[in-house]
Antibody, heavy 123, light 107 residues
């Protein structure tokens, strides 16, 4: 049974750095074809893809946020960490992590999601 | 970035109806297209991957089709639990962008 859960601060001040942790179980990030992705959703708005890390440490991130985002993994602890620098009120959103399966011939998909964590950016 | 455009943005239907949501990519993405369902206050759920492959456990009333730039999600015989917001996502290249969503409401 695959489960993921996001953790981190619920409130950050503008210009601060956000650090979110995705703790998972039921799979290993050393398994070929597996990854963990981060997605966010501002209140009442659409989903936004942020970043992804694969079993082989291949890392991808949104070009518009690349300078602010870092994604790392700790396979021994079954967790993935996302850091976002220079937070702004527009970054207020629910942040999700999700298990990624790279389906053969069909590309990667986010097939298991954490419940999400709401992060508010305000002074 | 590849832009994903869904239509309509919202849709009203009745239980038992068949509905179709479309998604258009700004460039060809082959079949690298996923569909998700999201209910209020919940995380999205994968329905379809690779444009037409049904995710395990998803009812067969959900189906997907398309390739290249034009895709569709069809829900047959709508059930009360199907009223939600639906998103398409391209997995052809990063960033794996999402559409703006289609809210399916009860008529």
């Amino acid at each position: 049974q695959i489960t993921l859960k996001e953790s981190g601060p619920t409130l950050v001040k503008p210009t601060q750095t956000l650090t979110l942790t995705c703790t998972f179980s039921g799979f290993s990030l050393t398994t070929s074809g597996v990854g963990v992705g981060w997605i966010r959703q501002p209140p009442g708005k659409a989903l936004e893809w942020l970043a992804l890390i694969y079993w082989d440490d291949d890392k991808r991130s949104s070009p518009s946020l690349r300078k602010r985002l870092t994604i790392t993994k700790d396979t021994s602890k079954n967790l993935v960490v996302l850091t976002m620098t220079n937070m702004d009120p527009v970054d207020t959103a629910t942040y999700y992590c999700a298990h990624v399966t790279a389906f053969y011939g069909a590309g990667p998909a986010l097939d298991f999601w954490g419940p999400g964590t709401l992060v508010t950016v305000s002074s | 970035d590849i832009q994903m455009t869904q239509s309509p943005s919202s849709l009203s239907a009745s239980v038992g109806d068949t509905v179709t949501i479309t998604c258009r990519a700004s460039q060809s993405i082959s079949i690298y297209l996923n569909w998700y369902q999201q209910k209020p206050g919940k995380a999205p759920k994968l329905l379809i991957y690779g444009a037409s492959s049904l995710q395990s456990g998803v009812p067969s009333r959900f189906s997907g089709s398309g390739s290249g730039t034009d895709f569709s999600l069809t829900i047959s015989s709508l059930q009360p639990e199907d009223f939600a917001t639906y998103y398409c996502q391209q997995s052809y290249s990063t960033p794996n962008t999402f559409g703006q969503g289609t809210k399916l409401e009860i008529k």
